[in-house]
């Protein structure tokens, strides 16, 4: 009985802390180590990202309309490019540079895509580079099953944590620490500009048959749960689906789909031979968008020092093919 009540409290305490982190992501000790336990699902701290995912059958009720659907696409690609070309390429590997205010504004446009803070992703990529489809690995495909690669690793408490020793160059700026501690509070903001967004457009152009809901629905929830599995799919189908072009010491491939899907990021493989490249499409005819976006804010000194791929590597990746 006397454990029983332990267990119970034990419980309780972390089912607490875990509601609280929903808020405050550092209201819970992140000192503890990246691997000092079972790779366990928190679902009540995944609350939040379930209830994302349930919203989403609301479209049954609100139902659509172009000007959803269109608002619903262009969030996702806007958000899309925040992610892949500034919390990957730029904060993750530094493949080019920008002032602080680009980098907070892309910053916050990435948070609210629901996928944490800045400092949390690039952490986990970075040490997905170091530890690439090893057992170290979290969201590896070949360690690990395709379920927790794709999705189970972002709900588990070992996804939740972040490890500062691999991000030093980037805790120093106070704002993105703020963004990494409260980072459910962007996302909230954007679900309430999207719901008036919609209120809007409603009032004022009723021939766009859109209202607050249905903007939401999709504007945010459908829009935001599309997000997070194209690009989880980089680091499941990423390592399972498609060709290697460069004999890396992991399974990473090159796959034209997921590259349509993720801007360029499909070009997998490639990033993973030479990854501080700000190119993941190596060659002309492989598309890599955000690659075409980024040369086009670096015409108007937005970003600037684009890091291109070495020659070497460009003639070592033409003998493979």
């Not at 995912?53 to 696409?73: E, K, N, P, Y």
């Not at 990033?271 to 190119?279: E, L």
Request: with cysteine.
């Amino acid at each position: 009985m006397k454990d029983l009540k332990v267990s119970s409290i034990r419980f309780s305490r972390k089912a607490m802390l875990s509601v609280i982190n929903w808020f405050d992501s550092k209201a819970n000790d992140q000192t503890q180590s990246m691997h000092s336990g079972p790779n366990r699902i928190n679902w009540v701290r995944c609350l939040p990202f379930i209830f994302v995912h349930v919203c989403c059958f609301g479209a049954i009720f609100t139902g659509v309309s172009t000007t959803a659907l269109a608002f619903c696409l262009i969030f996702f690609w806007l958000r899309m490019f925040s992610i892949t070309a500034f919390y990957h390429r730029y904060f993750s590997h530094k493949s080019f540079k920008t002032g602080r205010f680009t980098q907070f504004l892309f910053a916050v446009m990435g948070n609210s895509s629901c996928q944490r803070g800045p400092l949390w992703w690039a952490s986990h990529h970075r040490r997905h580079h170091k530890h690439s489809d090893q057992d170290e690995d979290l969201h590896s495909p070949i360690s690990n099953g395709f379920w927790f690669s794709h999705i189970g690793w972002f709900m588990s408490d070992y996804g939740f944590k972040t490890d500062y020793s691999v991000i030093k160059d980037l805790v120093k700026y106070p704002e993105l620490r703020f963004l990494d501690r409260f980072d459910t509070l962007v996302p909230i903001l954007f679900a309430v500009a999207t719901y008036f967004i919609g209120e809007f457009i409603g009032t004022y152009w009723p021939q766009s048959e859109t209202s607050g809901l249905q903007m939401l629905v999709w504007g945010f929830f459908v829009s935001t749960t599309l997000l997070f599995h194209a690009t989880f799919t980089i680091n499941s189908l990423g390592h399972i689906w498609g060709k290697r072009r460069f004999n890396t010491k992991d399974q990473s491939r090159n796959n034209f789909w997921l590259a349509l899907l993720t801007l360029g990021e499909g070009w997998h493989n490639n990033h993973h031979r030479f990854a501080v490249s700000a190119r993941q499409g190596f060659y002309w005819w492989e598309i890599d968008v955000s690659y075409y976006l980024l040369k086009i804010l670096s015409f108007f000194c937005v970003i600037y020092d684009l890091n291109p791929v070495p020659l070497r590597i460009l003639k070592e990746g033409s003998k493979n093919g």
